[in-house]
């Protein structure tokens, strides 16, 4: 009778599941074979989004972009923070912090596989003086989430190209 109860409340989980559409990522669908990613401004985003490409995908990641059907640009990529809320004594409380990356899809005649676009992150976190090392720890760990969620967006939207007529 027990394992009777708890075949149905799976049943019934998997179902509700399916009926809010939720689905797996599964693999990665891009209209081309093969891309050259360049990232000049930040080593780190370069190499998670070549392996988030690579290991989500058939597509090939290569080395020189003659070699590409495609070529991947982000020629551009800031962090920013900036002083969200002041204490009534004008300290900081909070601080914004904003990654901003904007990239390019084209082929090696330069032709655009998707528009010219950016992606915008942005989180928020508490300061306190007292604990300046937590602090610098968060704001790093905030960081690489938020290049993370960059590297996903951008992997999202590769999936949206099309070839040029």
């Known amino acids: 009778p027990r394992s009777g109860l708890h075949a149905v409340a799976i049943a019934r989980f998997a179902l509700a599941l399916g009926a809010c559409g939720f689905q797996l990522r599964g693999a990665a669908d891009y209209p081309f074979k093969t891309i050259f990613v360049s990232v000049p401004a930040s080593p780190l985003l370069s190499a998670e989004l070549t ?6 995908s058939a ?37 914004q912090i904003v990654k901003r990356v904007q990239f390019r899809l084209h082929d090696k005649d330069g032709n655009d596989w998707m528009p010219a676009g950016e992606i915008v992150v942005r989180r928020a976190y508490t300061f306190n003086e007292t604990q300046v090392l937590a602090r610098d720890l968060q704001e790093q760990r905030l960081q690489r989430e938020m290049q993370t969620d960059a590297v996903q967006q951008i992997v999202r939207r590769l999936q949206a190209a099309r070839k040029p007529a």
């Open 51 to 56: 392996r988030t490409i690579a290991a989500a």
């Open 59 to 95: 597509v090939k990641v290569v080395e020189s972009p003659a070699a590409a059907e495609v070529v991947l640009a982000v020629p551009f990529v800031t962090d920013d923070k900036a002083v969200l809320s002041l204490s009534s004594g004008g300290s900081v409380r909070e601080y």
